[in-house]
């Protein structure tokens, strides 16, 4: 084996992804990762766009390619590529659906949904269910992720129901969610529901909230991606599957690496499993009996930032404020005006642990007052300032290369 | 220096101890099983066979408490066993190559228990002894007296490890040995991490990142060859990454072993006790830190753990856990700096290594 050590001369290397998503980027990520942490010098080819063309990549004088093999017309157009190429994609059940003689990284889909669906089952599920993607050659990776969420299922004598939907268009987007609508209102409930995107998981969330279905108590939603734009658009955050975007851009890397050095891997494939979940509010599960509480505490997740107090809670309810506090006392063993805090807090909690706001801007986003009045509650609940619990938070100990 | 005035985060600890029969052992001894509690549940069971470190009882981000150490269930089988789960190891732990060494001139020949090799303290090693126990504030001491010529090792070998557990789920193993004639020493504990607390799975899905930038390459009898960088390779945790895709990386080092079983060199950015290695299990959410102020780590991927009989008599498949073991480099006594491996009267020897559980932030 190989395993150059010193600068070369510097290898052109096309990379053909369309990073316009969080996935691609991530992959492209870790490729930049692997080349700064070693003394590998390439020339990389990407678009300006960042979106993969493929005519005249025949004619690309380079020395080697990391691609995307989920387009079909990638894997069409490098099937008789003369250069070292490194395919990255969706894994397969079935192994002749994998390029033959390629080096295929693939992110793990039977470890992505067995993720989410063991954590929905942590979450105190009992009925599951996956929002899918109409079948198409660009997301073959869909249709793997709904027989990986079937075969898990049918271990556990469960029934599987899945909802593939429309894809998504403008001129069909009412139909879709009207669509998708009846689906969750047909769902025995509470039930888990796996989004096979983040983007399938924000239509959930936007359908179970024009439709008042409470999350996560009626209905708990995970997606996959850990998009930050689809956080950004929903009024309740998702929690989502993590993948190992960018060690399998390292992986891809090194494999190219060490084939430029003239080592072959044949039909090689490496499964990366997913590297986390971000557990937010979407999949909060916690059992209440009262329907009251429950919309109560829907309520607050959605507007708990906007300065509501107890008496618009007890009205979006339709109670009186005496029984709604008899409701709360009787499941939570606290008021409802302690619920909305708790709720403030913990969204300044988690704004604190991005080290990006300062205290004060953090006060006005989760709707205290004034600073004086987040610190005077910082130190009651927490026993700290909001400074003190910043600091408090564990850094990874690790430095990055490079 | 006495066991109170070393450094943080060796503080005093804070679990409250209770201790049971456990079970007997060949000949009649009995080993018992001592239990730290901190104040949030967790729960670490050590015992006094071998000082093992038996099971460590903690919550997932669901609130479900599991062990995250493998073992077996009874004392009769950890010292019939051949997997050194959670005990401590010594004289010597990993490999001393032809189990040979020279100290002031004087050439030793000790146990052959691995091919040519000394592996982990030779046949009777000191996971295999029944230490003295007794309990103290928030935690354990064991004690254990080696005898000179104990494995062909010189010197009689006095050692004290202290464990303690605190509210933070910080246990922290404080070592200190003394011996009265010069001596090679290398202590650590064996304990093997499943954070999924699944023993039926693997550690693949786990995530990790260690805080080193060279690795020892090892021979086919695994001893040292020579440092390497990790950069470039399998080998470069400075990211954290998913282990299932890094045992599947193509490195002739990793073929050899049949994952990683291999030294990284961690003392030597300054940050003694700092956290060096951080690992976590995606699906539980449990977080693992740990620190030392020894020189290595030796990562473990349980390549050999396929067949050994568990608890409740399942079987463990093949990286059905990991193992992050602080000390001195294997072979280090017949390695440069050999010296700083040696004990001697008057030079005690001091490992302070701490594990942290919790849940990822």
């Known amino acids: ?402 | 220096m006495n066991l109170a005035d070393m450094p943080t985060p060796l503080r005093p600890g804070s679990a409250r101890v209770s201790v049971e029969r456990w079970g007997e052992l060949p000949g009649g001894d009995v080993a018992r099983l001592f239990t730290l509690r901190n104040a949030h549940g967790m729960r670490v069971a050590i015992s006094d066979l071998g000082a093992t470190l038996v099971s460590w009882n903690t919550a997932d981000r669901a609130g479900r408490v599991a062990d995250v150490l493998l073992g077996h269930d009874t004392p009769a089988e950890y010292f019939a066993g051949h997997a050194y789960l959670g005990g401590v190891i010594g004289r010597w732990a990993n490999r001393i190559e032809n189990a040979r060494f020279a100290l002031d001139n004087v050439a030793y020949s000790l146990d052959r228990n691995e091919g040519d090799n000394l592996l982990h303290g030779g046949a009777a090693g000191f996971h295999r002894s029944l230490w003295d126990a007794r309990e103290v504030a928030g935690g354990l001491v064991l004690t254990h007296e080696s005898p000179e010529g104990d494995a062909g090792f010189p010197g009689n070998v006095s050692t004290t490890l202290r464990y303690t557990l605190d509210d933070d789920g910080t246990l922290t193993l404080a070592y200190e040995a003394v011996s009265d004639a010069p001596t090679p020493l290398n202590l650590t504990n064996h304990a093997c991490f499943n954070l999924s607390g699944d023993e039926t799975g693997d550690i693949r899905g786990h995530v990790i990142s260690i805080d080193a930038d060279t690795f020892f390459e090892v021979d086919a009898a695994l001893i040292p060859e020579g440092r390497a960088q990790v950069a470039g390779h399998a080998f470069d945790f400075r990211a954290s990454a998913p282990l299932g895709a890094r045992l599947d990386w193509p490195h002739d080092q990793l073929a050899r072993a049949g994952g990683f079983d291999h030294c990284y060199v961690v003392g030597e950015n300054g940050k003694t006790l700092e956290p060096v290695v951080r690992l976590y299990d995606p699906g539980s959410g449990r977080e693992l830190t740990m620190g030392t102020n020894a020189p290595g780590v030796q990562f473990y991927t349980g390549n050999h753990l396929d067949g050994i009989v568990g608890r409740h008599g399942r079987r463990y498949g093949k990286h059905a856990g990991l193992c992050l073991q602080a000390g001195a480099f294997p072979n280090q006594v017949n390695m440069a700096d050999a010296g700083s491996v040696i004990v001697r009267p008057g030079e005690p020897y001091r490992q302070v290594t701490w594990y942290r559980l919790g849940l990822q932030q």
């Not at chain 1, 796996?194 to 983007?199: E, G, L, M, S």
């Not at chain 1, 190992?244 to 890397?253: F, H, K, P, Q, V």
């Open chain 1, 1 to 402: 084996m190989t395993r150059p050590q010193t600068a070369q001369a510097s290898h052109r290397i096309a990379l053909l992804f369309n990073a316009n998503k969080v996935y691609d980027r991530g992959v492209i990520t870790g490729i930049g990762n692997y080349l700064l942490s070693t003394r590998v010098a390439w020339d990389l080819f990407l678009e300006e766009d960042f979106r993969c063309r493929l005519n005249g990549i025949e004619r690309f004088e380079g020395d080697g390619i990391i691609a995307d093999f989920d387009d079909p017309g990638v894997a069409e157009a490098l099937g008789d590529s003369q250069l070292p190429v490194v395919a990255v994609g969706s894994s397969y059940s079935d192994p002749a659906c994998y390029p033959a003689r390629l080096p295929y990284i693939a992110t793990d889909n039977a470890k992505l949904i067995s993720l989410a669906y063991t954590h929905l089952i942590g979450a105190g599920l009992q009925r599951f269910a996956l929002y899918s993607l109409p079948e198409s050659a660009e997301n073959r990776w869909a249709q793997e992720r709904e027989l990986a969420f079937k075969a898990l299922l049918a271990a556990d004598g469960l029934q599987a129901d899945i909802h593939r939907g429309l894809p998504t268009s403008a001129p069909v987007w009412s139909q879709a969610s009207a669509q998708l609508t009846s689906w969750l209102e047909s769902l025995p409930k509470p039930v888990g529901v796996i989004a096979v995107t983040d983007a399938r998981a924000r239509h959930l969330l936007q359908a179970c909230l024009i439709s008042g279905i409470p999350v996560p108590e009626q209905v708990a939603i995970i997606g996959i991606d850990n998009d930050p734009l689809t956080r950004s658009l929903t009024r309740i955050p998702l929690s989502s599957v993590i993948q190992g975007t960018e060690e399998m851009g390292r992986t891809a890397a090194h494999l190219l690496h060490q084939m430029l050095g003239g080592a072959r891997f044949h039909g090689r494939r490496i499964l990366v499993p997913p590297v986390g979940i971000n557990v937010l509010e979407s999949t909060r599960h916690q059992p209440v009996s009262s329907p009251y509480v429950m919309r109560a505490r829907h309520y607050i997740r959605q507007y708990g930032c906007q300065g509501i107090k107890t008496e618009q809670v007890a009205d979006y309810v339709g109670v009186s404020r005496s029984s709604l506090e008899d409701h709360f006392r009787r499941e939570l063993g606290c008021t409802v005006h302690q619920e909305i805090l708790n709720h403030k807090l913990e969204v300044a909690k988690q704004l604190l642990a991005r080290h990006d706001l300062s205290s004060a801007e953090v006060a006005i986003r989760c709707g205290f007052t004034s600073l004086q009045y987040m610190y005077a509650v910082f130190r009651r609940e927490l026993d700290c300032t909001p400074r003190e619990y910043q600091e408090r938070l564990p850094v990874a100990p690790c430095a990055q290369p490079g």
